[in-house]
């Protein structure tokens, strides 16, 4: 259900907002006689997801439903965090759309319900759940399969739509995710000590679970700018590219301990790409372009086939699947090409764009911001979104929690720099065995 929602229903909502955009920043997308036929589309979509929000007792959908006949009898009640935690978005823009608060009412019911199932003690969620008895099968706590998006669409969710209690959560995992998954020094360009790292750790008590992280935690870095914590994601970020470095591409998993993979396949994973770019665009560090141009080039030599690009089975031999990824086009190379794409109307049209998890493009505009059914939304039962204290930030409390610093405070001279001082460089270099 997640890849449908967010794959066909994000992009066909994406594109009914940039045919109908009085602005046409990109040139004329308008078409002749438009009626609306996307956004028909999108609802019928929707529509026939809903049956997956039915006859669970948590409110945690269903991980799939047949288009045509709704879910199978013999449907599985396990779901990852990430699947049923990450609908906010496109949901949210339908409802907001349409006027009509069904579809926002069951994602938001969701993430409501998945937050009321974090740890009492650290705060963290669990990676897989059960929608019916609401107990933990899976109690991995990380930032990658199986949690990634849950953490991005609570913020972007803010983003998107002016929703406190979106900011509030998100403010409260963040912390959470500081205090028991954080590994390293304190800060990121100073000091003595291991280079910051995100590790996995029992959701319960926070203790060490495994020693490898997945390639699609690379995407952290790139959430981290969204929220300032630009010092963080610098060093984050240096992680992973000297680990593609390495290898001339990400490995599905990789072992910090054993300095090896622990899964050798590539397939062609935007993750890095977009932590890249959006580091670009908060610190012009030509620095990022280096970093494009050498996934780019390993791109071109590792994976190019005659017909397409070639998901990597072995990131060392570079034996190659005869599969090519959808997000490689959708994201992987959206990323790359606005990276160099300096005038591209997504920077210079002075809209505000927001990137959906699947990489569509939206607008972040006063529109999407209007809810009224807002009030109805914030007496949903359920505990507190911050804690059972009952204690609710004010207004300006309501600021996202950086680690160590913001963006504000990354100076100019900065600029033509090294990111991240040399000896900080090779030590992380020294970690992932390149040197």
């Known amino acids: 259900m997640r890849w449908i929602h967010l794959q066909?229903?994000?992009?066909?909502?994406?594109?009914?907002?940039?045919?109908?955009?009085?602005k046409q920043p990109f040139g004329d997308m308008t078409i002749?006689?438009?009626?609306?036929?996307l956004l028909h589309m999108a609802r019928d979509l929707a529509v026939r997801l809903l049956p997956a929000f039915e006859n669970t007792r948590t409110g945690i959908p269903y991980p799939r439903v047949n288009l045509k006949t709704g879910v199978p009898p013999d449907s599985n009640n396990e779901t990852c965090t990430a699947g049923a935690g990450s609908l906010l978005v496109e949901f949210g823009i339908l409802s907001r759309?349409?006027?009509?608060?069904?579809?926002?009412?069951?994602?938001?019911r969701a993430v409501k319900a998945l937050w009321n199932l974090r740890s009492n003690d650290t705060g963290l969620l669990g990676n897989v759940v059960n929608i019916q008895t609401g107990h933990w099968v899976g109690k991995q706590s990380g930032l990658g399969a199986g949690l990634d998006s849950f953490y991005e669409y609570l913020l972007k969710s803010y983003i998107l739509f002016g929703e406190k209690e979106d900011l509030e959560m998100f403010n409260a995992v963040y912390k959470s995710i500081q205090n028991y998954l954080r590994r390293g020094r304190e800060a990121c360009n100073e000091g003595e000590g291991d280079p910051p790292l995100y590790v996995n750790v029992n959701m319960f008590s926070g203790q060490l679970m495994n020693t490898w992280i997945d390639s699609l935690q690379a995407f952290f870095p790139g959430l981290q700018v969204?929220?300032?914590?630009?010092?963080?994601?610098?060093?984050?970020h240096a992680f992973y590219y000297a680990i593609w470095k390495r290898y001339g591409a990400l490995p599905e998993r990789y072992n910090?301990?054993?300095?090896?993979?622990?899964?050798?396949?590539?397939?062609?994973?935007?993750?890095?790409?977009?932590?890249?770019y959006l580091l670009y665009q908060a610190t012009k560090n030509p620095f990022y372009l280096h970093v494009g141009m050498d996934i780019l080039q390993s791109l071109e030599k590792y994976t190019k086939v005659k017909c397409g690009y070639a998901t990597l089975h072995h990131v060392i031999d570079k034996s190659k699947e005869d599969r090519m990824e959808s997000f490689f086009l959708s994201e992987t190379c959206k990323y790359l090409y606005l990276l160099f794409d300096e005038e591209n109307p997504v920077h210079k049209s002075g809209t505000r764009y927001m990137f959906?998890?699947?990489?569509?493009?939206?607008?972040?505009?006063?529109?999407?911001?209007?809810?009224?059914?807002?009030?109805f939304f914030s007496e949903e039962g359920g505990r507190d979104p911050v804690g059972k204290s009952g204690h609710?930030?004010?207004?300006?409390?309501?600021k996202v929690?950086?680690?160590?610093?913001?963006c504000n405070r990354v100076p100019d001279e900065r600029r033509y720099s090294l990111p991240l001082k040399s000896v900080y460089m090779r030590q992380i270099d020294q970690m992932v065995g390149l040197i």
């Open 8 to 22: 066909v229903l994000g992009s066909l909502l994406s594109a009914h907002r940039i045919i109908t955009d009085s």
């Open 32 to 37: 002749k006689d438009y009626d609306n036929e």
């Open 97 to 108: 759309l349409l006027g009509d608060s069904t579809f926002e009412w069951v994602a938001r």
């Open 226 to 236: 969204l929220i300032g914590d630009v010092e963080d994601a610098i060093c984050l």
């Open 256 to 276: 910090w301990q054993l300095q090896a993979p622990d899964v050798l396949f590539y397939p062609l994973r935007p993750e890095l790409v977009e932590s890249t």
């Open 356 to 375: 959906t998890t699947e990489g569509h493009i939206v607008s972040v505009d006063a529109h999407l911001r209007e809810s009224p059914w807002k009030e």
């Open 392 to 398: 609710r930030p004010r207004p300006h409390e309501l």
């Open 401 to 406: 929690i950086n680690s160590s610093s913001n």
